[in-house]
């Protein structure tokens, strides 16, 4: 994508290593574009189905978490209809604009194509697990870091095994047993998005989800591998083992939704 957006900006180094349709689909391309029938432009738009889209994807991924065949079908359903009036206004504005626009358009495709690959490739790297850009929402819990309460004590419940059981107060806290228990609510969010947790003991990650949907819910940990579809109304257990000291991090499948979890030796 970002050879494509410099071709189209006019970096000429880049057009050696770009790939190129045959000459002939070219000039099919150009004369069908000169007719004035509504079958061309749309057997053209349905062809766009078969080009790798991110938006697209994305959308298959919430279809699939969705967990229903109804439910995903309407995800699917509500995209089209949703995307239809959008691209069909875009393409109206570029055709009437192409004449007034003539030697930017291009430039111009160019440097949205850079936008979205900058943010395609943030994504990736946040989904990867390397790094996170999330920034704290005013009024909205992002950090986590006890007190840290020993369940079974007094003023301190335990954990049952109901899937309707509300999270804990303390995101973080230790079992009877002396089990770290750390605890992420899951809706279309995560919350809280920071974690202060002791190192150097057993610790076990909740996934509470709590009308769970969209991305959120395809949970991963890329350091250990982790891949947990979280129920929508629910408790999901992860195991992660007794941690040594650093950061852990979390996210959604997509990298739009991400975490970590703090581990310190001293707490």
């Known amino acids: 994508m970002v050879l494509f957006a410099l071709d189209l900006i006019g970096v000429k180094a880049v057009g050696r290593l770009l790939p190129r349709p045959p000459a002939s689909f ?48 309407a995800v699917m359903a509500g995209f089209v209809a949703g995307i239809a009036p959008l691209f ?70 335990s954990r049952g095994g109901g899937d309707s059981q509300e999270p804990p107060e303390t995101p973080v806290r230790t079992d009877a047993s002396g089990r770290q228990i750390i605890t992420l609510t899951v809706t279309d969010f995560y919350a809280p998005t920071q974690f202060t947790a002791k190192a150097g003991v057993p610790t076990t990650l909740v996934l509470h989800g709590k009308d769970s949907g969209g991305c959120a819910r395809a949970f991963t940990i890329p350091e250990l591998g982790v891949q947990e579809i979280v129920k929508r109304d629910g408790d999901t257990d992860v195991d992660l083992g007794t941690r040594k000291p650093g950061t852990l991090r979390f996210t959604c499948a997509m990298g739009m939704q991400t975490g970590a979890i703090d581990f310190k030796k001293d707490l």
Not at 108 to 128: D, H, P
């Open 26 to 73: 070219g000039r099919l391309m150009r004369r069908s574009a000169k007719t004035d029938t509504v079958a061309t432009p749309t057997l053209v738009g349905f062809a766009t189905v078969l080009v790798p889209c991110g938006v697209t994807l994305s959308m298959e991924l919430l279809a699939i978490t969705s967990g229903s065949a109804v439910a995903g079908a």
């Open 88 to 157: 069909a206004l875009l393409g109206y504005l570029f055709r009437h604009s192409s004449q007034a626009l003539s030697g930017k358009l291009a430039g111009l495709t160019g440097v949205v194509m850079l936008t979205v690959a900058a943010w395609t490739m943030l994504s990736a790297l946040q989904a990867g697990g390397w790094v996170s850009f999330d920034s704290p929402s005013p009024g909205r819990q992002t950090s986590a870091s006890g007190p840290f309460i020993v369940e079974g004590g007094d003023g301190s419940g």
